[in-house]
């Protein structure tokens, strides 16, 4: 019974910090992301000062990658265009679960002030995949972009592994048994 008591304080444990699995391994994830940077206008060139000494966002623990299999969340900054956006997508499926995508930028997000005029530009990246976080300016200075990285971090951290596991079991039990009852 201590021991159950010492986890709302679990610092004061004498010597052991007591947590859940779960909540270690998201801290894990969220603090150490790997992005591929999909860079299409000018808010690619804005990217490089968010990966200047200045701001250095690998202090947050992301590190650039060239490979989707290999990227953690993927960053799509600028002005897509229909014939991108197919590319995009196949980047965006190769990578591995869980996967992320960061809209940067005021075409990403909404096509920008091409979307009105221009009929091969993507009205929104969230057209075609599902956008977690979306940084707003034309082109959206680095501290929005750090605020950007915070609030992706947030959001793995809060995540749930085993229950979202047993969850997506359950369900495909659920399909299965559907598909008996109707064949």
């Keep these: 019974m201590g ?4 986890l709302d304080d679990p610092y004061n444990a004498g010597g052991i910090v007591l947590g859940v699995a779960e909540d270690i391994l998201n801290w894990g994830r969220a603090k150490s992301n790997w992005y ?3 860079g299409l206008a000018c808010c690619a060139i804005e990217f490089m000062a968010v990966n200047a000494a200045h701001f ?10 060239s490979s989707p ?10 002005t897509v265009t229909l014939k991108m956006a197919e590319r995009i997508k196949i980047l965006y499926e190769q990578m591995a679960e869980p996967r992320y995508v960061v809209s940067m930028g005021s075409c990403a ?8 005029d221009g ?3 993507l009205k929104g990246i969230d057209k075609i995949l599902p956008v977690d976080v979306y940084i707003p300016g034309c082109p959206p200075r680095p501290e929005a972009f750090e605020e950007g990285i915070i609030k992706l ?4 951290q809060m995540q749930e592994i085993f229950k979202k596991r047993a969850k997506i079991a359950r369900e495909d039990a659920e399909k299965n048994q559907s598909n008996i ?3």
């Design 119 to 121: 009929y091969h530009v």
């Design 109 to 116: 997000n909404s096509g920008g002030p091409y979307w009105k």
């Design 153 to 156: 971090q947030e959001k793995i």
């Design 56 to 65: 250095d966002i690998m202090r947050y623990g992301n590190i650039p990658r």
């Design 69 to 78: 299999r290999q990227s953690d969340y993927i960053i799509i900054s600028g």
């Design 36 to 38: 591929m940077q999909f």
């Design 181 to 183: 009852l109707t064949v």
């Design 3 to 6: 021991l159950l008591n010492k």
